[in-house]
């Protein structure tokens, strides 16, 4: 997931990939080891710290009690326009909708947390609600993987501690094992999946119907993921030892024990993605991001719970925990997170922007509260108390917190995702927690991956399933093995009290000051005279020389080999990439108006023609509706749109017709609303607004789209409140103190008047023009080529606006080894002018490499085929 260097530009920069930490696993081993502080920071006061803990209850008071007020008993809460998720009634997400199977998900992934915040009246009243009104039998296709994390092990979390607080005697004493009576009917309505010949669960199964049978709906899949099949071991293993039915941990035994047996020999690594009938690997690239990330942690951790010596040898021989890369890899996303205040789920190895959303994920907190507890270094809780920071400022709406839509922009997501309460406020809280803040030893438990706790004590109840697979091949266990795995801190931190702080200290800039990950290799190839590899960024189809150089690739040595096998690679990537970067950047509108001050920011597109607002400063002010509603004709209620932002209606004319006659009438910006009722970006492409085929010089005011479901928010508040102030602008600003304090604070830590810095903004944009709704099938497959216009063929844009270099952005390096960039030694504000111009067009982007790639077809395919026979 990362790759560290010593040398130049070498610093830790990340794959490609979601970020799904396991910086915790690679530190969860030394959370019983002593802690020792190292002086990389001051310490926190005890005031202080007790001050950051309550912030935190005072937060999940925010978002639990919004969830049970707006949203249950829906799955999960929609923060913007706070009402339940309910599946099949909202737009489908795709997989991410699998996690949801009505059955009050957030409820029940909230339990064990409700007692970690000594909230033990509010845990015995969720677990009645639980009881009374959660149904597991529904007919609906939901994810094993997910079903298995957060209910079986929400419920299993909830009766670890109930017993414990019945056992204090205080609450609970009414309590007789209900929450295990129900995990167990779950785990059993997850048992079908498991009946393939391999062994591997199927990745989805219908709750009431099962697998295989037609109402189902269900059974045809082929593939799942490793963490999907190896991601099963504690929920499953504790069920049956809380229970003493084995089976659970049986059939859970057997998926990871074939996982291991189909490891690549040479290198005792695993796959992505694998076929649960025949074993093939279908993805067979390793790592440790989405789709493997938590197979890993659960070798470690099915250790500790179950005491099984084989799956700490299987850890050990395939990946070991390390404390100083798990420093390296936190600081390294902490650097990232201070540019723009969260992780987006993806970037690129010299830390722009892939894929902006940020879904208030919690693994780098559960890392930051992994490494406090593995170093002691109170620079940790200046980490944490920044994630609280802009979880405040960035994330909390009226309604909850929200999901970042994009973290360049701040605009919001309608999400608050389950594993939110169930995993970020309990690592948080813990985080500045004391032992004496907590009504019992949290060391006596293990968190599974979502955060669930299960008692240590299992390792020694009903242990009937050997401890040893004697159908595997396994090494004698070797003493050596396990030299690196859990050191004491004494070995961490010999005598040097600076440690941690030497670690983090060389990747303070490596954000603002990256390089690309070959620079390396570039600049000792300048040293020694011999010309850098041809990158794919540089290829030109018109250069000769570099046509020469690929006729040479792989013919003349093994490096020349690799350097050709790496060139076709990156020149798919950036063809990809290329498409994927020039989807348009979204715009920012903000409600600033009580009692929002401008915690909802939504998703808007912008528009070709009036005032660009990458370029100039926002516009803001109330809005209005104009009459008529389209604003395709003179308007009928001029005085109610003077000195305001016109609310428009899509359709019957063109964007730039309705512009015009806003403008005439006096309003200083304009708001289109989609009529096709339920859209939303969520699940639509946003697109820019075309001309209208004319000159549009003479549109001055800036013009910005919003789909519905965006678009009635702004309705919504306008009919409770009457006045709405809003912001354009190309991405969120900072809140007004003056503003929010007219706003009576829910307690006296609320901090959503904190200051801070604003969101940074690196945008490419493409522009689109817009298209009836007789076009939204076409839009919902070919969300990438799409060329849309208001009405039927009216707009389209010119050949002379299409043009697109794929060459441009060239990087290399100088022969002292420091990074430059030869197209962007500019500024990043005039970057981002660059970047969104409008005359960048998708329509007829320039791809030379076009024929090249159709040619290296095979050539890829033998390589994949060689890879194929090695493993």
């Given amino acids: ?72 008993p829906a799955d999960e809460l929609m923060p913007l326009t706070c009402r339940g998720r309910v599946r099949g009634q909202e737009p489908s997400r795709g997989d991410v909708d699998d996690a949801l199977g009505k059955f009050s998900l957030t409820l029940i992934d909230s339990l064990d947390t409700l ?103 269900t059974g045809t899949e082929t593939d799942t993921c490793t963490a999907c099949a190896g991601t099963l ?19 859970a035994r057997k998926a990871l024990d074939f996982l291991w047996e189909k490891r690549q020999r040479s290198s005792n690594l695993v796959g992505v993605t694998i076929n649960i009938h025949t074993g093939d690997w279908v993805r067979k690239d390793s790592g440790v991001g989405a789709g493997i990330d938590s197979y890993y942690e659960y070798l470690l951790k099915a250790y500790v719970l179950l005491g099984d010596d084989s799956f700490l040898e299987r850890f050990n021989t395939v990946l070991k925990g390390d404390i100083r890369p798990a420093i390296e890899t936190h600081e390294m996303l902490y650097q990232v997170i201070k540019k ?27 890392s930051t509260y ?145 390089c690309p990950r070959g620079i390396i290799r570039v600049e000792e190839s300048f040293r020694s005279g011999a010309k850098p590899p041809l990158r794919a960024r540089d290829f030109m189809a018109t250069n000769p020389e570099h046509l020469e150089i690929l006729k040479k690739m792989g013919a003349a040595s093994s490096i020349d080999a690799e350097d050709g096998l790496r060139f076709m690679q990156e020149m798919i990537e950036l063809s990809s990439q290329q498409q994927k970067e020039q989807q ?146 190309d991405k969120a600003k900072d809140r007004d103190p003056e503003m929010e304090n007219e706003e009576q604070p829910s307690s006296e830590n609320d901090s959503q008047n904190q200051s801070g810095e604003q969101i940074s903004s690196s945008s490419q944009e493409v522009d689109l023009v817009d298209q009836e709704s007789s076009e939204e099938n076409s839009l919902n497959s070919h969300p990438e080529s799409l060329s849309l216009a208001d009405m039927d063929n009216a707009a389209s844009i010119s050949p002379s606006e299409q043009t697109s270099n794929p060459t441009e952005n060239h990087e290399t390096t100088n022969l002292n080894g420091e990074c430059t960039d030869l197209d962007n030694q500019l500024q990043e504000q005039s970057e981002t002018e660059e970047d969104s111009n409008p005359n960048v067009s998708w329509g007829k982007k320039v791809q030379p490499i076009d024929s090249i790639l159709a040619d290296w077809n095979e050539d890829i395919e033998a390589f994949e085929m060689m890879e194929k026979d090695e493993l």
């Fill in 115 to 217: 007692v970690v915040l000594n909230k033990t009246k509010e845990f015995e009243d969720a677990v009645r609600k639980v009881l009374r009104d959660v149904n597991l039998d529904n007919d609906v296709v939901v994810s094993v993987f997910e079903t298995n994390i957060r209910v079986l092990g929400g419920l299993l979390g909830g009766h670890s501690l109930a017993i414990m607080l019945k056992e204090k005697g205080e609450y609970m004493q009414w309590y007789n094992d209900e929450l295990l009576q129900m995990a167990k009917q779950l785990g059993y309505k997850l048992l079908p999946a498991f009946n393939t010949t391999s062994g591997l669960p199927y990745p989805r199964i219908n709750l009431k119907f099962g697998i295989r049978k037609p109402e189902a709906r």
């Fill in 584 to 729: 348009l950047p979204p715009r920012a509108v903000q409600i600033v108006s009580h009692p929002f001050f401008g915690r909802v920011v939504l998703t808007a597109g912008p528009a070709q023609f009036g005032l660009d607002l990458s370029k100039h400063k926002e516009t803001r002010g109330f809005v209005a509706s104009s009459k008529p509603s389209n604003g395709c004709s003179e308007l009928t209620n001029p005085e109610a749109v003077m000195g305001k932002i016109a609310l428009i209606q899509r359709g019957q004319c063109m964007f730039a017709e309705k512009a015009r006659n806003i403008q005439n009438a006096g309003a200083i910006g304009g708001i289109v609303i989609d009529d096709n009722e339920g859209s939303s970006s969520d699940t639509a492409p946003l697109f820019q607004m075309a001309g209208d085929g004319k000159d549009t010089d003479d549109i001055k005011i800036p013009m910005l789209f919003l789909f519905s479901k965006e678009g009635s928010i702004i309705l919504d508040a306008i009919r409770e409140y009457e006045e709405v102030e809003v912001l354009l602008s």
């Fill in 370 to 514: 992994f490494l406090y507890k593995a170093t002691g270094d109170p620079y940790y809780l200046e980490v944490g108390k920044t994630l609280i920071e802009n979880l405040n400022k960035y994330a909390r709406v009226p309604c909850g917190f929200a999901a970042m839509k994009d973290v360049r922009t701040g605009s919001h997501e309608d999400r608050m995702d389950s594993f939110f309460l169930a995993e970020m406020f309990k690592y948080l809280y813990l985080l500045f927690a004391d032992k004496e803040d907590i009504i019992f030893d949290i060391e006596d438990y293990i968190f599974t991956t979502e955060a669930h706790l299960l008692p240590l004590w299992l390792s020694t109840t009903n242990q009937s399933i050997s401890k040893k697979n004697t159908t595997s091949e396994y090494t004698e266990l070797d003493d050596s093995n396990f030299d690196w795995t859990c050191p004491n801190t004494q070995i961490l931190f010999p005598n040097d009290p600076l440690y941690a702080q030497s670690i983090r200290e060389p990747l303070k800039n490596v954000v603002d000051k990256s």
């Fill in 340 to 366: 723009h205040n969260f992780l987006p789920e993806a970037f690129t190895t010299d830390f722009r922007v892939h894929w902006a959303q940020h879904p208030l994920r919690p693994e780098f907190a559960e």
């Fill in 1 to 72: 997931m990362s790759e560290a260097g010593g040398r130049g530009c070498g610093s830790p920069v990340p794959q490609r990939a979601r970020w799904r930490l396991v910086a915790a696993t690679a530190a969860f081993c030394l959370v019983s080891a002593t802690s020792v502080w190292t002086a990389g920071a001051e310490p926190m006061s005890r005031e202080e710290k007790q001050k950051l803990g309550n912030q935190v209850l005072e937060m999940f008071d925010h978002a639990y009690g919004n969830y049970m007020e707006h949203a249950y």
């Fill in 233 to 251: 071991i504690l929920e499953f293993a504790a069920l049956s030892r809380f229970t003493g039915a084995t089976i659970f941990e049986e059939y």
